[in-house]
């Protein structure tokens, strides 16, 4: 399904892009792998209502090298909202296999609307992390907070030039999924040729 097709179907809203589940216990959004990258996909679902992220899964480097804590963190703060991030630990690739990998790194945490982390596990093996999600204290937070409460104090207006030109283009993938790492790098170079042709970027001395 192309990007227009998609849009087609679904629409080009926040419910389409941003879908959130209204229950009893709060709305919730779902961050998946690299979407804590981007502060933007979590912005979409706090824009759309959402209290609770949720994020699970991480690979490595990222966990390792601390990027995935600081991601987290971040889109929670940002959004006020909480978050909570279970992530594997050692798992073993395929049956009988010698030893475990740890692809992904562990660190399961859950994070308040404040940043702060309420809870993590950092071994191996299955465990778990718990700690309460009072979403009502989150709501008073939001409604009355000055200092602090951020989503109130969005300037729209400004921000939307940064998005006026696209950067990763869509449908580029009509034909199927990339085949292999160097179709896949051939996009991204492209991409970064745009971005210094456009003074986005500026090229290195080290280039050829």
């Known amino acids: 399904m192309t990007g227009d097709d998609y849009t087609a ?45 949720y994020a699970p899964t991480y690979i490595e480097p990222y966990v390792g090298r601390g990027w995935h804590e600081i991601q987290i963190r971040a889109r929670a703060l940002d959004n006020n909202c909480y978050l909570i991030a279970p992530n594997a630990g050692e798992w073993y690739l395929y049956d009988n296999a010698p030893v475990p990998t740890q692809l992904h790194g562990g660190e399961s ?60 283009p869509k449908n580029r993938f009509l034909q199927g999924a990339p085949k292999g790492k160097t179709q896949r790098s051939q996009v991204e170079k492209d991409v970064v040729a745009d971005l210094i042709r456009r003074g986005k970027l500026m090229r290195s001395a080290r280039s050829d």
């Open 109 to 168: 945490m859950i994070i308040d609307y404040t940043g702060q982390v309420l809870c993590r596990h950092s071994g191996d093996g299955n465990a778990y992390v718990s700690a309460p999600i009072d979403i009502e204290t989150l709501r008073y937070w939001r409604e009355h907070v000055s200092f602090g409460s951020w989503l109130k104090d969005l300037r729209t207006e400004q921000f939307r030039v940064i998005y006026d030109e696209p950067v990763f």
């Open 9 to 53: 179907k679904f629409g080009d809203n926040l419910d389409a892009f941003f879908p959130v589940a209204r229950t009893e216990i709060g709305n919730i959004g779902m961050l998946e792998c690299m979407d804590t990258s981007f502060p933007e996909v979590a912005r979409g679902f706090a824009m759309n209502g959402a209290e609770v992220l």
